[in-house]
């Protein structure tokens, strides 16, 4: 198609992306938000006349057109560009009903770019809702929040501190247990749940896409525990740290699958811990587990 000159941190991204679009059938292709260069460097044709999902549209029924042209054509291939003009809102703002669609009915597969003030692409592909005992919504909002000071007795977190420290969102694309990164402390999420005889926790760790090549973006520890209701100590089952402006591989969703069947039947409580690297700026919107829940491998 020719030859596209950019700065290299630009280059990289976009060559990945339409090399990987290359490997797939030629199929239409959304790359949404805003990006149809993606569309024209991969030789593909649009999925339908919404080159651009912008959040300024006189059609009204644009976002429940987008989702008529993605119903009907399964096979097509759904790109989401990450790194939007920071002075307009989001897409799960601007174009909500699109947006949720894609959550409901698709997964983020793979990230290209990423790197810091570089592009950020992210292939989706479909996928069926996930299965299991969800832990945002309701089961979120019976949890507690603790705040978990390096050196100092932990403390619970009430009111808006605690909205500010963890709460119920949707990202790119999924819904999240978004958890804040503080600089000198932990954050602890924790659920009373009984297990089943097979029920694992699952979930995915990650930064949101969104924030992905910006700046500031700490290091992260995700860890999962247990306290039993016999008193007797906490036992850490899991922990990750990950880093995306240094790591290509911890760019994106990071499946987490922790065994609870030692518990079954057994009143517990699940600990969801999520620490930012020492002393670096608290983020509130960066860090997340991705569809937490329990789930049973029996369905």
């Known amino acids: 198609r020719g030859t596209l000159y950019a700065p290299a941190v630009h280059a990289h991204a976009m060559q990945a992306v339409v090399d990987a679009l290359g490997e797939r059938p030629r199929a239409p292709l959304a790359a949404w938000p805003y990006h149809p260069l993606v569309n024209f460097l991969a030789d593909r044709p649009a999925l339908s006349r919404y080159y651009i999902i912008w959040p300024v549209d006189r059609d009204q029924e644009r976002d429940a057109r987008a989702i008529a042209a993605l119903d009907a054509t399964p096979g097509a291939d759904v790109v ?3 790194n939007q003009d920071r002075r307009l ?11 949720q669609h894609l959550v409901e009915h698709y997964e983020a597969t793979a990230i290209y770019g990423g790197e810091l003030g570089g592009l950020t692409f992210v292939r989706l592909e479909r996928a069926e809702p996930a299965a299991g005992r ?3 919504g309701a089961a979120l909002g019976a949890a507690t929040v603790a705040v978990e000071p390096v ?3 932990p403390r619970l977190a009430m009111g808006d501190e605690r909205a500010a420290l963890a709460g119920e969102a949707v990202w790119p694309f999924a819904p999240v247990l978004r958890v804040a990164t503080l600089a000198d402390a932990t954050v602890a999420v924790v659920y009373r749940v009984t297990p089943d005889a097979d029920e694992r926790f699952v979930a995915a760790i990650g930064i949101t896409p969104d924030r992905i090549g910006g700046y500031f973006v700490p290091a992260v520890t995700f860890a999962v525990a247990v306290r039993p209701s016999d008193r007797t100590p906490e036992r850490p ?15 994106g969703w990071l499946p987490v699958s922790v065994d609870l069947s030692a ?12 620490t930012g690297a020492a002393l670096a700026p608290p983020q509130r919107d960066c860090a997340g587990w991705a569809a937490p829940r329990l789930e049973s491998p029996a369905g």
């Not at 809102?89 to 947006?99: K, R």
């Not at 089952?237 to 995306?244: E, P």
């Not at 518990?263 to 999520?274: H, K, M, S, Y």
Request: hydrophobic content about 55%.
């Open 89 to 99: 809102s989001s897409m799960a703002l601007y174009a909500a009903p699109l947006f």
């Open 151 to 153: 050196g100092a007795v």
């Open 80 to 82: 989401y560009v990450a």
């Open 134 to 136: 969800s832990l945002v």
């Open 263 to 274: 518990w079954a039947g057994q009143p517990i409580d699940l600990v969801l811990r999520t």
């Open 237 to 251: 089952l899991w922990s990750r740290t990950i880093d995306v402006q240094r790591v290509v591989a911890d760019r």
